[in-house]
């Protein structure tokens, strides 16, 4: 079993910046990805930024060169910068785990970037 905490979401004013983190515990030892997804409301859910045990990364095309992912030391955690917010990238953020046998969520932070 393996649980995920975000933290880090509120409102922001267009421009600014956020940084959203993210804690996995549990079984966690064979983690291959982590990431980041969002979804606004009447949307699905789409993906915003993945780091892969190895540390390669990978952005949607709509926030490149404004988000960062990253992880922690200690490999359990991965954390979001956000620069240059703008409206559009109000949403629900979600963390993700991604194993061979399955995938696991975190519960959701919400973004609100007001213009």
């Known amino acids: 079993q393996v649980q995920l905490v975000e933290s880090g979401g509120g409102l922001v004013q267009a421009g600014g910046s956020l940084r959203l983190s993210c804690a996995a515990s549990?079984?966690?030892?064979?983690?291959?990805?982590m990431g980041w997804y969002r979804q606004a409301p009447g949307k699905q859910r789409e993906l915003v930024a993945t780091i892969t045990s190895g540390g390669s990364t990978n952005y949607a095309d709509s926030v490149k060169g404004r988000f960062t992912i990253s992880r922690g030391n200690a490999k359990n955690t991965v954390y979001l910068q956000m620069n240059s917010l703008k409206p559009e990238d109000t949403a629900v953020y979600y963390c993700?785990?991604?194993?061979?046998?399955?995938?696991?969520w975190g519960q959701g932070t919400q973004v609100t970037v007001s213009s």
């Open positions: 549990g079984s966690i030892f064979s983690i291959n990805a």
């Open positions: 993700n785990a991604a194993f061979v046998a399955g995938d696991y």
